[in-house]
């Protein structure tokens, strides 16, 4: 198994633009978490997927979309990219249905915008 | 509103030394109460969680209801526990959400 994977591990976007952020949970995981967190701070929540909808937002525009897949997979869409956006994003993987509540990382995607 | 404090943003210690990290937590309900460490260039892990009640890595923490408060402690800091660490209550009741503090650096000196 190898854990929650995310792609790509970094991009530098112009602002204004879009991007899109993919992650695939952990094996047996239906559930997957985003975090945004910016250089010094700690994760940020954004938002949660299960069973392919969201079901938990943090405090974030809608320029922040997400989207999660029968395979449980996940994207998250930044429209209108700001310099502000520019941080590490996180994805983490849970089981809802286990009822296991440990969250497990993947290794992030460090997001520029210039 | 939801708020998760860790007051000291940097934990410099001598091995050998006792090390704690606090942290303080302001929720309404019964969140489940985790530490998660990075590493040196490596993702973000679970290092204990409160319900376990175990000792992981020669880490300890209590939870006081009372103070609102779930400070990490161990007794004698080694080098490689030099890392970030962060505290994080969850609430089953709003998705399993995670709330992370700001983050404490431990570093520990040889």
């Known amino acids: 198994d190898a854990g929650v994977t995310q792609s790509p591990t970094h991009l530098i976007k112009t602002r204004g633009q879009q991007v899109t952020l993919r992650c695939s949970p952990k094996?047996?995981?239906?559930?997957v978490s985003w975090y945004q967190q910016a250089l010094g701070q700690g994760p940020q929540f954004i938002f949660q997927y299960y069973e392919e909808e969201e079901r938990q937002r943090g405090n974030f525009p809608d320029r922040f979309s997400g989207h999660q897949f029968p395979n449980y997979s996940s994207e998250l869409n930044v429209n209108a990219l700001l310099l502000g956006d520019s941080a590490l994003y996180l994805c983490a993987s849970s089981s809802q249905r286990r009822g296991n509540t440990e969250a497990f990382f993947g290794q992030g995607t460090r997001l520029t915008v210039v | 509103a939801q708020r998760v404090t860790q007051p000291e943003k940097l934990l410099s210690v001598f091995k050998g030394a006792p090390v704690e990290l606090k942290c303080n937590y302001s929720?309404?309900?019964?969140?489940?109460l985790f530490w998660y460490v990075q590493y040196s260039r490596q993702r973000l892990q679970l290092l204990l969680r409160h319900i376990s009640r175990e000792s992981i890595k020669g880490f300890t923490a209590d939870l006081n209801k009372g103070e609102t408060s779930f400070h990490l402690k161990k007794p004698f800091a080694q080098e490689e526990d030099s890392a970030m660490y962060y505290c994080?209550?969850?609430?089953?009741?709003?998705?399993?959400?995670?709330?992370f503090g700001g983050g404490t650096r431990v570093l520990v000196k040889p």
């Open positions: 929720y309404s309900g019964s969140p489940e």
């Open positions: 094996s047996g995981h239906d559930t």
């Open positions: 994080a209550p969850l609430i089953k009741a709003a998705g399993n959400k995670l709330t």
